[in-house]
């Protein structure tokens, strides 16, 4: 069973628009909350992680917003580039599950067009 | 300094023929994993380490034994491969501070066609 649900699958921004990733999750023993974006042929590397002692979390035009009561998070990409077309995978972890092993959402692939 | 290394990166097999995937990290890293990465499914998780000489299952272990006898290899095999074993799989790995864990650091995956 999916522990991580994420969406959309895919999304389509334009060149300096915001691009926005959703992710909602059940077990409300996960503390830690990565991003991860891969690109073609590669491994997934980690983006930005947020833990739920936060509201939110920025890091360049990266930012994570976390709803720990409605147990959702979110990505946040400002002034979105071609750069940034890849795919984005949100996870959640625990040391009881796993050791501390991500559980991961499906995948959003994400196209920025010129 | 390397990080995460996986050996092979691209393989075909024939249905029933075993093989192992190797796994290296030089960050000695307490923590590490093998995932499978399928279109559509995200990661799953096949097997984990917490430490040198321990192994446990995770989500899809069926048709995987995992071995980890130094602290740097987790190796992944496939004792009689088939064709639903067709994948890309990714070996992580991690450590912990106190009780908090960490980036995750991924290599750079091994394609399995299981013809």
């Known amino acids: 069973q999916q522990q991580v649900k994420q969406s959309p699958q895919s999304l389509i921004v334009q060149k300096g628009g915001i691009s926005i990733i959703n992710c909602a999750y059940e077990?409300?023993?996960?503390?830690?909350f990565p991003w991860y974006q891969q690109f073609p042929g590669k491994g997934p590397a980690l983006l930005i992680a947020?833990?739920?002692?936060?509201s939110e979390k920025k890091e360049g035009r990266f930012t994570i917003s976390f709803n720990k009561s409605a147990k959702q998070f979110s990505l946040h990409i400002m002034d979105s580039q071609p750069g940034d077309s890849a795919t984005y995978f949100c996870a959640a972890s625990h040391i009881s599950n796993s050791g501390y092993a991500l559980n991961f959402g499906k995948g959003t692939s994400l196209l920025v067009t010129p | 300094n390397a990080g995460v290394t996986q050996t092979p990166k691209f393989r075909v097999l024939k249905t029933g023929q075993s093989m192992t995937l190797l796994c290296a990290q030089d960050m000695n890293h307490e923590y590490m994993y093998w995932y499978r990465q399928d279109p559509g499914m995200g990661l799953r998780l096949i097997h984990y380490?917490?430490?040198?000489?321990?192994?446990a299952k995770g989500e899809v272990p069926d048709g995987y034994n995992v071995s980890r006898l130094k602290k740097q290899n987790f190796l992944l095999g496939l004792e009689s491969a088939a064709p639903s074993q067709t994948s890309v799989y990714f070996c992580?790995?991690?450590?912990?501070?106190?009780?908090?864990?960490?980036?995750?650091?991924f290599g750079q995956g091994t394609r399995l066609t299981v013809v």
């Open positions: 947020i833990r739920p002692d936060v």
């Open positions: 077990n409300t023993a996960f503390d830690y």
């Open positions: 380490s917490v430490g040198e000489g321990t192994t």
């Open positions: 992580a790995s991690s450590y912990s501070r106190g009780f908090l864990n960490t980036e995750a650091f």
